[in-house]
């Protein structure tokens, strides 16, 4: 008997034992969780570069962790190729039926980038060319300093809500020519895209350690150049099927038309700019006719947007960086040109495409 005649039944120590586990443990989840948060690693918005709540992020400080990213990136690519030890594998094949490779530099990029993205901003989305390995996860951390050629395009923060942001990260571009020692063409890339919209591009060249960056209506370190051929234009298209565009310029803007097989998305829309690199080829005109991911062209349509140029579908489509990973329509991209103009000139390109 308890005392003071009160019996306690079986059933009433049970939900007394089961109430006081569940005190225990909403004080200790609330405690792991604090932990986690301060190292970044909570699943939940907020902590890094976020704001407190989560609710916020700074584009400047998402474009500085940007062209870090790119360049931690970079110094893996080029690492690994020095090496020459690539661990070189293919993924299966392209729509198109060519080798998809992957290599050391493309896993080692994409964990450098992917990590030190996410830790500075853990509440947004980010998309990645490559497989992102649990087992393999960083905690690399950003000092928090933007440097001084952003702090002087973009003077002040610009502030979006997290969840309307995505981020497009592409740890190697041009792995093909990377195989094959063709270095010139490889890129790393970072690209945010706001409500779909490309609003952040960065484009580093490991080799020559050339880093392109623009913000839309934010600056950039990069111009367009003084004038283009419009006539008979130099367009540059992929390595891969560059008969299929020269077959349909020729016919559009004549015999005069130069054609430019090159590799990597990333370094095609730099020939179309003012790039202080030796090694850089100039065009007027950038055309692909097949399939294309997007983590090949966000930054790129970025940069170009911010300089007041374009990227569209064949068909003169903007491009939407939600979604799906890819698009179907090929693309155009322009600068200092009548864009339109040049989608009418190109009415056989997109069922080419298709093929």
């Known amino acids: 008997m308890a005392p003071m005649g009160i019996r306690l039944s079986p059933l009433g120590v049970a939900v007394f034992c089961l109430l006081g ?8 989840s609330g405690f792991l969780a604090g932990r986690f948060s301060l190292f970044g690693l909570s699943s939940e918005p907020g902590g890094g570069a976020a704001a407190a709540d989560g609710g916020t992020v700074d584009l400047r400080e998402m474009l500085a962790v940007s062209v870090l990213a790119a360049v931690r ?11 020459n030890v690539l661990h070189e594998k293919s993924k299966g094949k392209t729509r198109e ?4 490779k992957m ?11 992917f990590y030190l993205l996410k830790t500075a901003f853990p509440s947004v989305q980010i998309n990645t060319e490559e497989h992102v390995d649990a087992a393999d996860q960083e905690v690399i951390l950003w000092d928090h300093k933007i440097p001084e050629d952003i702090l002087k395009e973009v003077t002040t923060p610009k502030e979006v809500p997290a969840e309307s942001v995505t ?27 706001v409500n779909g919209k490309p609003v952040l591009g960065v484009i580093h060249k490991p080799f020559s350690e050339y880093t392109a960056w ?11 150049r003084s004038s283009y051929n419009e006539k008979t234009p130099r367009i540059v298209v992929s390595r891969s099927h560059s008969g299929m565009v020269r077959q349909v310029a020729l016919q559009t803007f004549g015999n005069q038309t130069t054609i430019i097989p ?4 990333g370094y095609k829309v730099l020939a179309l700019l ?36 374009h990227m569209t579908t064949l068909s003169g489509e903007e491009i939407s960086y939600t979604g799906s990973d890819g698009i179907e329509g090929g693309l155009l991209a322009s600068i200092r040109m009548n864009h339109q103009a040049l989608v009418r000139k190109l009415p056989d390109l997109e069922k080419t495409g298709h093929k």
């Open 274 to 309: 003012d790039v202080p690199d030796k090694s850089q080829e100039k065009a007027d005109l950038y055309i692909h006719v097949t399939y294309i991911k997007k983590w090949d062209i966000c930054a790129g349509n970025a940069i170009l947007k911010a300089l007041g140029g």
């Open 214 to 224: 623009a913000m839309v209506d934010g600056g950039s370190n990069v111009k367009a």
């Open 167 to 193: 981020v497009w990260i592409d740890p190697l571009d041009a792995t093909q020519e990377y195989t094959e020692d063709l270095r010139k063409y490889v890129t790393t890339m970072v690209c945010v895209a």
């Open 73 to 83: 990136g970079g110094d893996e690519v080029r690492r690994v190729r020095e090496s």
């Open 103 to 113: 290599t050391s530099g493309d896993v080692l990029s994409n964990r450098k980038m």
């Open 21 to 28: 586990l569940g005190v225990l443990y909403h004080l200790y």
């Open 262 to 265: 090159a590799g990597g998305a």
């Open 97 to 100: 039926g060519a080798e998809d």
